[in-house]
């Protein structure tokens, strides 16, 4: 039996971004993975533009969401000794735009965190989760985070 690195090939990782615990979450193991192969981190965060709007509209507080974003990106990936770039672009649909990066890229992996969320009862994919998915070259790392549930209280326990 010969012992296999599945993360040998990995050169490029692409890491889409979004500025909620589970993409930071996303970027923390990416960085974990490029520091056993020597892959190159890279950070995409793609604003959504209506369609109502042209494409290179000034949307001055969804750049500044975006840049904070990265920038508690790259503080994690400076935790973990990655050093990584980060862009931001504007696309009328988030999964397109990661998609396109990647292969311009030549990204080996794409990751994502996923929230675990359930309306309606049932987990379901973003729409841009499933593009990904279905179209990207590549392979894509899906990262899960459940909530942390609080506490609980015992029922001796008095406040």
């Known amino acids: 039996m010969t012992d296999v690195d599945p993360?040998?090939?990995?050169?490029?990782?692409?890491?889409?971004?979004?500025?909620?615990?589970?993409?930071?979450n996303a970027v923390a193991a990416s960085c974990d993975i490029a520091r056993h192969t020597k892959a190159a981190v890279s950070l995409l965060y793609v604003i959504e533009v209506p369609r109502s709007l042209p494409l290179?509209?000034?949307?001055?507080?969804?750049?500044?969401?975006?840049?904070?974003?990265?920038?508690?990106?790259?503080?994690?990936?400076?935790?973990?000794?990655?050093?990584?770039?980060?862009?931001?672009?504007?696309?009328?649909?988030?999964?397109?735009?990661?998609?396109?990066e990647a292969v311009e890229s030549g990204a080996d992996a794409i990751a994502l965190g996923l929230a675990f969320e359930r309306p309606f009862g049932k987990?379901?994919?973003?729409?841009?989760t499933e593009y990904v998915l279905e179209h990207a070259p590549c392979e894509v790392w899906l990262f899960r985070y459940a909530p942390v549930p609080p506490p609980v209280e015992s029922a001796g326990e008095t406040r």
């Open 123 to 128: 987990f379901q994919l973003s729409e841009a």
């Open 7 to 24: 993360f040998r090939a990995v050169r490029s990782i692409l890491v889409a971004v979004d500025g909620d615990t589970a993409s930071v």
């Open 56 to 100: 290179d509209a000034d949307l001055g507080l969804e750049v500044e969401q975006a840049e904070r974003s990265l920038a508690i990106a790259e503080s994690v990936a400076a935790k973990h000794k990655v050093k990584l770039e980060g862009q931001i672009i504007q696309a009328r649909q988030a999964g397109h735009a990661i998609v396109d």
